[in-house]
């Protein structure tokens, strides 16, 4: 693994079912992000990770929960779908605190019926 | 809260330049980066200012101006590839990013 990597790619969702998007990364960052990205609205921070262990809520986290058991893994859990959840979800990482560059991931492509 | 205003859509001619203007209303303020992100990919890395002035990087330079809460990113000798969405971002107090909603530019020959 190189990187930050996301899984599932896509994924269409009934409405009211459970979903987690997992997230991944090799770079050993203390910091981790979940984004949606919609069109118009640019990218919206859910949840992130200051470091394992920790968590803190973003501009939109209703409907959203996160955990982050260690330094790689940081997944973001949907616990009962609903259509305006539908988006494009980026996770990022960045490993200053200060400058924050953040890395992100290929994105999850999620519809929600 | 966070504002940050960029144009929805920018068109110039392959091999001339484009700058991209981001104003921003934040509370505090801790740097600013431009992200370039093609179609259907992630967001990648252009640039980071956190002091008033003028950063180049080959093709691509970045201003910012702190006392106006404004930035721009210039592209320079424009090619096909450089069409894409530009998304403007600033760390505020909390240090994280707010977006703003991006800039796509598209490049014609």
């Known amino acids: 693994i190189a990187g930050i990597t996301q899984a599932p790619t896509s994924q269409i969702l009934a409405a009211g079912r459970r979903m987690t998007l997992r997230c991944t990364q090799d770079?050993?960052?203390?910091?981790m992000y979940w984004y949606r990205q919609d069109l118009g609205l640019g990218l919206r921070l859910i949840h992130y990770s200051n470091t394992a262990g920790t968590t803190g809520k973003g501009e939109v986290p209703d409907g959203y929960s996160v955990s982050r058991a260690n330094t790689d893994d940081f997944p973001l859990t949907l616990a009962s779908a609903v259509p305006s959840q539908t988006s494009v979800y980026f996770c990022?990482?960045?490993?200053?605190?200060?400058?924050?560059?953040?890395?992100f991931g290929p994105g999850t492509r999620l519809t929600v019926l | 809260g966070q504002n940050i205003d960029q144009p929805t859509e920018m068109t110039a001619t392959e091999g001339a330049i484009v700058q991209i203007n981001c104003t921003y209303q934040?509370?505090?303020?801790?740097?600013l980066f431009w992200y370039q992100q093609h179609a259907g990919e992630a967001p990648t890395f252009l640039s980071y200012n956190v002091l008033d002035g003028l950063e180049e990087k080959g093709r691509f330079s970045s201003f910012l101006s702190r006392s106006k809460g404004y930035s721009y990113l210039l592209l320079k000798e424009l090619q096909m590839k450089d069409s894409a969405s530009y998304l403007c971002a600033v760390i505020g107090d909390d240090y994280k990013l707010s977006f703003g909603a991006g800039t796509t530019v598209t490049v014609r020959a």
């Open positions: 990022a990482s960045s490993d200053s605190l200060d400058r924050n560059e953040q890395f």
């Open positions: 934040t509370s505090g303020f801790n740097g």
């Open positions: 770079m050993r960052h203390n910091a």
